[in-house]
């Protein structure tokens, strides 16, 4: 079996550099051979603007050749890798038997639910997990939270890529989109993605829960700390480097969400593992609720391999509202590695142990804040048992 060339691994994607017919062969600073075996100049790797890439994407070999700028734009799905291998060498190193043998479906490789993804990757067998079940009776009321002031969430023109990683749907966000206000530092966003059911009639999907409620899906809205850290790929291991924004979603029958739709749209597109389309405006503000001053916050982890404990979490108390039928769109459109619909890719909730949630409102008053939950929440679908 012949090693792989020049490799490139983000979320669930791995890609090939296809040998050179140009007149300038032997591109980058190291040969083919040693490419793969060279650790100490993993970060020095570099690419040209004609190198073609092919997307292995999880043993599926052929998808799609890319020229360098489209491929590009994939790297963008693991910021701060700046297209060198600095980002991908850990998660290669797991990866290459897969490589190695094609068509080995599902090796190497994680999939719902997690009951073994502690194997691999022991973190996420510890003590501060996400996604937890928030009891409001117990959330403590912090005044010091602040409200969030989002800068660079309007509609925005660009390139943005929008890919199947075989877990999930993400849009790659632009770095001018920050936190400014409301979380300890300044964080700059990366990505966003969602979380959704649909394995039976009644599936709901989202990852937190609020008083064993499961709504029907959840968007992650994913951010590094840019004033502690220069890339994501530096901050993504480093304490108190990434803070996810999360909007819980609720479906309900009736018109569509527009402004979700300009990416649910593009579903169809994006069926196989690794496929990708660009979008040519974003709009990230008007996927947010209409009132996302209230929000809920506690420490945890990423909810997919290799779970680093290392999230700042701020769950939006009101639910933005897609329609049934997009949500159906949504539990529907693509497939998993396995060729299999995507379906069902939530975390279940793990124990708060010794953390605490706090909110920045009073979620025990008799306000309308105490009314929220009551009013907006869908059927109750209690997901397991949560200790606290
Ligand atoms: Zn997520």
């Keep these: 079996m012949r090693t ?57 070999r052929g998808l799609q050749k890319l020229p360098f700028s489209r491929a590009l734009k994939i790297a963008a799905t693991c910021p701060g890798s700046d297209f060198r291998l600095s980002c991908t060498m850990r998660t290669l190193v797991a990866l290459l038997p897969l490589l190695l043998i094609p ?14 993804w502690s194997e691999q990757y022991p973190t996420c067998a510890g003590k501060s997990q996400s996604p937890i079940n928030i009891e409001t009776e117990n959330v403590l009321e912090n005044r010091t939270l602040g409200t969030l002031e989002l800068t660079g969430y309007g509609l925005q023109d660009g ?8 877990h999930s749907i993400q849009l790659s966000l632009p770095s001018s989109m920050h936190i400014i206000r409301g979380l300890p530092q300044v964080y700059t966003a990366a990505q966003l993605h969602f979380h959704w059911g649909g394995k039976t009639a009644e599936s709901h999907g989202s990852e937190h829960l609020i008083n064993g409620v499961q709504f029907d899906s959840e968007m992650h809205i994913v951010h590094y700390n840019s004033e502690k850290y220069g890339s994501f790929d530096e901050a ?50 008007h996927l947010l609720p209409h009132d996302s001053s209230r929000f809920f916050r506690y420490f945890g982890s990423l909810t997919t391999p290799p779970c680093t404990q290392n999230v700042i979490w701020t769950v939006l108390v009101n639910p933005a509202t897609i329609s049934t039928a997009q949500l159906e769109k949504l539990q529907n459109s693509v497939l998993n590695s396995n060729n299999q619909i995507l379906q069902n890719n939530f975390r279940e909730v793990k124990p708060l142990n010794q ?13 309308k804040e105490s009314r929220l939950w009551s009013r907006f929440l869908p059927k109750p679908q209690v997901q397991g048992s949560q200790e606290a």
């Design 236 to 285: 993504q291991t480093e304490p108190e480097g990434l803070s996810v924004l999360t909007v819980l979603i609720q479906a309900k029958k009736g018109q569509d969400n527009i402004y979700y739709e300009k990416i649910f749209s593009h579903l169809s597109e994006i069926q196989n593992v690794g496929e990708n389309v660009t979008l040519n405006s974003i709009d990230v503000e």
């Design 103 to 116: 068509h080995t479906e599902g090796s190497g490789h994680w999939t719902y639910p997690d009951n073994e």
């Design 355 to 367: 953390r605490r949630v706090e909110a920045n409102f009073s979620p025990k008053g008799k306000g």
């Design 4 to 60: 792989p060339s020049l490799l490139w691994v983000g979320d669930g994607v791995v890609m090939e550099r296809l040998p050179h017919f140009g007149s300038q062969p032997g591109l980058g600073r190291q040969t083919d051979r040693e490419s793969t075996q060279d650790k100490e100049s993993q970060d020095v790797q570099t690419f040209q603007n004609n190198d073609i890439f092919r997307i292995l994407a999880s043993g599926k």
């Design 159 to 166: 390139e943005f890529l929008l890919i199947n990683n075989g």
